[in-house]
């Protein structure tokens, strides 16, 4: 059986004092049935891992450059992320895409480089609005499979997320028989490529909030959430978690 996941993106929110809120949502997990996963700015990284070592969650990155070094002012490579302490990263977010105009093929290049470190790879893909209402969603998540997605992945190596860019912080949610669809879509498509595609991982990221996670979680090939906002306070994603838990 495929391990849920809750997985949490701070994005660009977060100074020392936010450490406090990690430890207090550790300690409020300290045996989950789930996985737990934080991905803070880059800057909390090192202090993250020390602020939970006593307890089953992981830490990890927001992004990392395709180049493991090199003049690359800004950027981060996934052995950087590694020597911090971090175990995945996340790739090819809605917000990467769209503000940095970051394609498919440099997602890809990004999932190899990550995945050759050891690190797992949090893919994500989605449809903006316009191509929601012009009925292409299925074709955008088609291409960016296949484009995104290294053959490197497995299993162990790679976690996709599908994240309709329309209801990322907007508080609107894709109907169940929506979201349904595209999971069922996304496992055909990595059927018909890897052999362990049973056993990878599909969360769905858009809005998730303890309101209406519990109707998200009973879909068929949801296999937890990559959580925005709500991961910021304890109060707002535990009870997600505990969702998740309860859905097993």
Same mark, same amino acid.
């Not at 939970?52 to 990155?61: E, K, S, T, Y």
């Not at 109707?215 to 090939?221: A, H, K, L, N, P």
């Given at each position: 059986m495929r391990r849920k996941l809750a997985a949490g993106n701070w994005k660009m929110? !977060?100074?020392? +004092? $936010? *450490? &406090? +809120? *990690?430890e207090a949502l550790s300690r409020a997990h300290a045996d989950p049935s789930v996985d737990i996963l934080i991905c803070p700015p880059a800057t909390l990284l090192a202090e993250a891992v020390e602020a %939970? $070592? +006593? @307890?089953? *969650? +992981? #830490? !990890? &990155?927001q992004d990392c450059h395709a180049e493991i070094a090199g003049a690359h002012t800004g950027d981060i490579s996934a052995e950087m992320l590694l020597d911090a302490g971090a175990t995945a990263v996340i790739l090819g977010h809605s917000e990467r895409r769209e503000a940095y105009g970051e394609t498919s093929e440099a997602v890809r290049a990004k999932a190899k480089s990550a995945q050759a470190v050891g690190l797992t790879t949090l893919i994500c893909v989605g449809e903006s609005l316009t191509q929601r209402e012009a009925q292409n969603t299925l074709d955008i998540i088609g291409a960016q499979l296949a484009l995104s997605i290294p053959d490197t992945s497995t299993a162990e190596n790679c976690v996709i997320a599908y994240e309709p860019c329309w209801a990322i912080g907007t508080g609107l949610t894709p109907t169940p028989a929506q979201i349904a669809e595209v999971h069922g879509f996304i496992r055909a498509t990595l059927t018909a490529r890897f052999a362990d595609a049973g056993d990878m991982r599909l969360l769905y990221g858009g809005s998730v909030k303890p309101g209406n996670a519990a109707? #998200? @979680?009973?879909? &068929?090939? %949801?296999? &937890? $959430? *990559? %959580?925005g906002g709500a991961s910021l306070s304890p109060a707002d994603f535990s009870p997600i978690i505990k969702t998740l838990e309860a859905a097993l």
């Open positions: 929110n !977060g100074t020392r +004092a $936010a *450490l &406090g +809120a *990690l %939970v $070592a +006593a @307890f089953p *969650l +992981a #830490i !990890g &990155g109707e #998200i @979680f009973g879909i &068929g090939d %949801v296999d &937890g $959430a *990559l %959580v």
